[in-house]
């Protein structure tokens, strides 16, 4: 593990970004795509696993999303070896990743429904007496 500093400076270094399988990076995946690196990634079963899938298709980038381990490494694979496509998924992603980053619709919606919840369910009051 990296501190959160040297990590995003190793991302700086990168070419491409591969999405643990089974795992997921979330925040780390996030970082990526905040600097315009592909990202590969192999959907998977739990949410954790689910969330780099999430991020690309709201970027409109679903063609990284694998949905084999063998369809993730011929992706990994393709996108190190063919520059060219890695150049344009690069662009693609920096030019679409302000959808990530600036959605502020999805955020409202959260916010919306935490408040209707909150209303139909609220927590019971914090008396010193139930403290102890």
């Known amino acids: 593990r990296l501190p959160s500093h040297e990590d995003r400076a ?14 997921g990076g979330g925040t780390t995946t996030a970082e990526a795509i905040g600097l315009g690196l592909p990202v590969v990634t ?9 969330m780099g899938a999430a991020m690309l298709r709201h970027l409109g980038i679903p063609a990284l999303i694998a949905d084999t ?21 690069g662009q693609d992603i920096s ?7 600036a959605d ?3 955020l409202n919606n959260l916010a919306t429904f935490l408040l209707a919840a909150s209303r139909e369910n609220p927590l019971p009051e914090l008396h010193s007496a139930n403290l102890a």
């Not at 190793?10 to 999405?19: C, G, I, N, P, R």
């Not at 030019?95 to 980053?101: N, P, Q």
Request: charged fraction near 30%.
């Open 69 to 89: 381990l063998d369809n993730y490494v011929n992706l990994a694979v393709r996108m190190g070896r063919d520059k060219d496509w890695r150049l344009a998924v």
């Open 42 to 50: 192999l959907e998977g079963r739990t949410a954790r696993s689910r």
């Open 95 to 101: 030019t679409s990743k302000h959808r990530l980053y």
């Open 104 to 106: 502020t619709v999805r």
């Open 10 to 23: 190793l991302l700086a270094q990168v070419d491409v970004y591969l999405d643990v399988p089974g795992w």
